[in-house]
């Protein structure tokens, strides 16, 4: 007679979860700036447009981006520097690659800007270059899978060129892993700040020999 049973260890999920969930999460990040092409905000050339190229970035393009701010990115590699001979000269490109999880929950597309140091992070000295992507593999191609985004520096463009064409601003929260517009993530971590502080009035306040919270 067969009977039903319930295996003690799931294994297969729970490899899984370490490894798209946890690893994701929690593994040692480097975090940047990032603005992802929001596809609702910009002016398709196919649909609004009599037709041509766009320009990338400036005053004719229709392109719109959503920025990240503290968007961990994982295994970024050593940056390759390689001489390019064009009509206008040698050009030099430094190209790398980094590493998104898709528990963000942001789809990357060729064209994204990255910039890998901001202000508030190394307010001495801001002049670090922006990166854009060129391409993106898929691994696993999976509903759960990382991104690996190979980019390349982006030539003579300025940051606020860029913020010129950012139609939202969203804040990856640390504490839960999720992201946010920026007033709610401000919202939270101001509720953050007052729980901490909540909890050292608490721990000061704990009297062992009574077990009761005494001012």
């Not at 400036?58 to 390689?82: C, M, Q, R, S, V």
């Not at 994204?112 to 670090?128: A, G, R, V, W």
């Not at 985004?149 to 010129?164: C, R």
């Amino acid at each position: 007679m067969i009977q039903n049973w319930v295996r003690l260890y799931h294994y297969i999920h729970e490899y899984q979860n370490l490894v798209y969930d946890f690893y994701s999460k929690q593994a040692v990040a480097f975090l940047v700036t990032y603005w992802n092409l929001d596809r609702t905000a910009t002016i398709w050339d196919n649909r609004d447009m009599m037709g041509g190229a766009y320009e990338r970035t400036g005053d004719l393009t229709g392109l719109k981006f959503n920025k990240y701010l503290l968007l961990p990115i994982y295994f970024p590699e050593e940056i390759n520097t390689a001489f390019d001979a064009t009509e206008h000269g040698q050009v030099k490109e430094q190209e790398t690659t980094i590493v998104i999880p898709s528990t963000y929950g942001i789809t990357p597309y060729p064209g994204d800007f990255i910039k890998l140091e901001q202000q508030f992070l190394c307010p001495s000295n801001d002049t670090y270059p922006i990166f854009i992507v060129t391409g993106i593999e898929i691994h696993p191609n999976t509903e759960r899978r990382f991104w690996k985004l190979k980019v390349k520096v982006y030539q003579s463009v300025d940051i606020q060129v860029i913020e010129n064409q950012t139609s939202g601003v969203f804040v990856f929260f640390d504490y839960d892993k999720n992201i946010y517009p920026i007033s709610e993530a401000m919202y939270l971590s101001t509720l953050l700040s007052k729980a901490e502080e909540l909890k050292g009035r608490l721990d000061k306040s704990w009297d062992p020999l009574t077990g009761f919270h005494l001012e």
